[in-house]
Each structure stands twice: as C-alpha cells, then as structure tokens.
C-alpha cells in the first residue's frame, strides 16, 4: 500500500503545555487508522491539525504529493466527523446528508442519486424523510458518517466516533464501522481512548502518550510484542517484574523465564522489565515447572474467564491471573505460578523506556 499521509515532526504547544512533542507518522492509502492514548495525550489536536482547524508549531504535513499545511481547512479533501454528530436538528435524513453537497453546487439529479447510495451504504434508506430526534443513537451516528462520506473525501477523520452511543450498540458498531471502511475504502483515522475499540477496527494503531508516538504496529504485534512499559501497559493487562536481564530471561532474586522481543534495545546486564500477561500464567497445585509460588488472595468469576490476584511473598503487588471457565481455586490456597519462555517479553524500564 502507497503513503497518503505523512505527518513529520509535528509540534504543538499551548503555553505550558505541550501537546504535540514531535510527531511523525505515515498512515497508508485505505487503511484504516487509529489514534489511540490516554486523555490528554495529544490525540484531538493532532486530528484538529489534519483537519486544519489547528496549526502546528513546527513539523508538515503532507496528503499525497501536497503539502496540507498550507491549505485551509474547507479546501482540504479531508472530513472530520464530531463526537457531537453536529447534525442539523430541523433537517431531514437526506436533507442533512445533502447539505455539504448542496453547498458544492452540485447539480440536484448528482445530489439525489448519491445520497440515494450513500444512504442504503449506510442502511438508513427507509428513515430517509426522518429527522434526527427519530433516530436512535446509533442511527444518528450512520447519519452523521454518511453525511461525512458523500463528500468523498480522500481521509475521513473520526473524533471518539462511538463514545456516546451505549455499550451494546457500540459493539456493533464497531463491526459495521471496519466493513463501511472496507467497503468504501477511504483511509480512516480515528481518534479513541478506549483500547479495545482501536484493536477491534483498525488496521493499525499509534499509542501516544505524553504528546509523542510509543509504537506504531498492528493489533496483533502491539499485544504480543509491546516495545515500552507504557504500551505494555495500557494495551491489555500485564504483570511487570523489574531486574537484570540475563540469558532466557530476568534475574529478579531468581531467574523468570521470558525471550526479549526487543534484543537490540536490551543486553545481557541491563537494567529491564519482564511483562507477563495475566492469561499466559497457568495456575495450579504441583506444577512440574512452578516459576513462582504464592496465596490466592481474591477470585473473580466472569463467565466465560476467572481472574485471580495471588500474592507472592517479597512483591507489594499481587500477580494477576486470567483463565478459561470456572476458578476452581479458592482464597488462601497455596497455588503454583508457571509460565514459559516464549510468553513473557522482555522490555526497558519506565525510565528509559
Ligand atoms: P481527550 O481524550 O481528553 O480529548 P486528547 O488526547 O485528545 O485528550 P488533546 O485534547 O489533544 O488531548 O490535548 C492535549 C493537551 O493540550 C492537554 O493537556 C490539553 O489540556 C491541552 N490543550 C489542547 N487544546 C488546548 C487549547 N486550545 N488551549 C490550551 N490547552 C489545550
């Protein structure tokens, strides 16, 4: 896939604060992108900038072979979707859906035979002659995308694009959001805080923090492979063990299995963090290949999974377990922790990291 936008050094402060502490990024043409970091992070003012409601202070930005910063807003071929959907009350499904190709004094038959598309593309051809109180939220939020998508813009941008709608819908919504992009195949960039959200649409996924990108990967390579103890640990839950690396693992008073997945950035005798994800330690009574040993402190049944804290003697945390079904352990038993070599990754300290 060719580079549509190229996003270089960008830099944004507001007094104090700086919001963007140099940023680059090269997001793919018909990918589907996310943003993705803690409140505060940067994420809506690198959007706002991309949009054009934003200047940086430093850096470019460029769309194909042009450079977007010195183009304004309304002439960038680039729509934001709102959180707020910012539909007009008083309009009608179609007419809202219309209004920005009205406004491109586009002939009445173009008008009517795309938004006619975009309206099925998007399932709501029935509510068409609905106003926006009609709709429920979810449909308010079809509204609102498909309003963005018959302009046809080269990228949409998509600020929290479900945060308002409820949990259950917002599932499916995020089903439906990855197929329309899919289908249509702009490139999508969408800012979220929620992690699950971004892992379950996107292609690819950049974690900021701090005003600067941790990693940019996959899904898949950011939860099995995360390069920093922030991505390690907003990603997912971990359990993280400080010591010294040393072959197949950490010395930490005795030896933790674990394979770096970052050998270039860690030596043997380096200060490092071992991350071991609750679900990739077994828990049981006798294990042959027993790593740790401890107390179960507290079980929780969820269904389908059980999770247990179990307390270590010499850690002030409590490792978290995860497993499949039904606990089958109960508080104050003595358990044995396991977990083998290829599971556990091997990253740089907070600090350094
Ligand atoms: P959230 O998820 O809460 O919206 P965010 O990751 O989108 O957070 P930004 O809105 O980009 O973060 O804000 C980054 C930082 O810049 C924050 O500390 C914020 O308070 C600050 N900031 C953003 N816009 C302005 C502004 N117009 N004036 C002053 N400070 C601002």
Not at 57 to 85: C, E, K, W
Not at 132 to 140: A, E, F, T
Request: hydrophobic content about 45%; proline content about 5%.
């Amino acid at each position: 896939m060719t580079s549509l936008l190229t996003i270089t050094d960008v830099r944004r402060s507001f007094g104090d604060v700086t919001a963007l502490d140099g940023v680059s990024l090269d997001i793919r043409e018909g990918e589907f992108f996310a943003l993705l970091g803690p409140s505060g992070c940067g994420k809506t003012t690198l959007l706002r900038i991309l949009a054009g409601f934003e200047s940086p202070d430093a850096g470019t930005v460029t769309l194909g072979a042009d450079d977007l910063t010195a183009i304004p807003a309304h002439r960038r071929p680039v729509n934001l979707m709102f959180q707020s959907y910012a539909l007009f009350p008083h309009l009608s499904v179609e007419k809202n859906v219309a209004y920005g190709l009205e406004r491109e004094k586009l002939g009445r038959a173009e008008i009517r035979e795309r938004v006619g598309e975009v309206l099925d593309r998007v399932g709501l051809a029935g509510a068409a002659k609905r106003r926006p109180h009609q709709l429920s939220g979810g449909q308010r939020q079809r509204v609102a995308l498909a309003r963005a998508i018959v302009k046809r813009p080269r990228l949409l941008l998509l600020d929290e694009p479900l945060s308002a709608l409820d949990r259950k819908v917002r599932a499916e919504m995020q089903l439906w959001l990855k197929q329309l992009q899919h289908e249509v195949g702009i490139t999508f960039v969408v800012v979220t805080h929620d992690q699950e959200e971004a892992m379950s649409m996107a292609d690819r996924i950049a974690v900021l923090n701090h005003g600067r990108v941790e990693q940019v990967d996959t899904p898949v390579a950011l939860y099995g492979a995360p390069r920093t103890h922030f991505v390690a640990d907003f990603i997912g839950g971990n359990n993280f063990f400080a010591g010294t690396a040393v072959p197949g693992g950490l010395l930490d008073g005795t030896v933790l299995p674990g394979l770096p997945s970052v050998p270039d950035t860690i030596a043997e005798g380096d200060a490092a963090v071992l991350a071991v994800r609750p679900e990739q330690i077994r828990i049981g009574t006798g294990l042959d290949d027993a790593v740790l040993r401890g107390t179960v402190l507290d079980v929780s049944f969820y269904g389908g999974t059980s999770r247990f804290a179990v307390r270590v003697a010499d850690r002030a945390t409590p490792i978290q377990v995860q497993r499949q079904g039904a606990p089958g352990f109960v508080p104050d038993q003595e358990v044995d922790l396991s977990w083998s070599e290829a599971e556990a990754v091997l990253i740089q300290p907070a600090a350094s990291g």
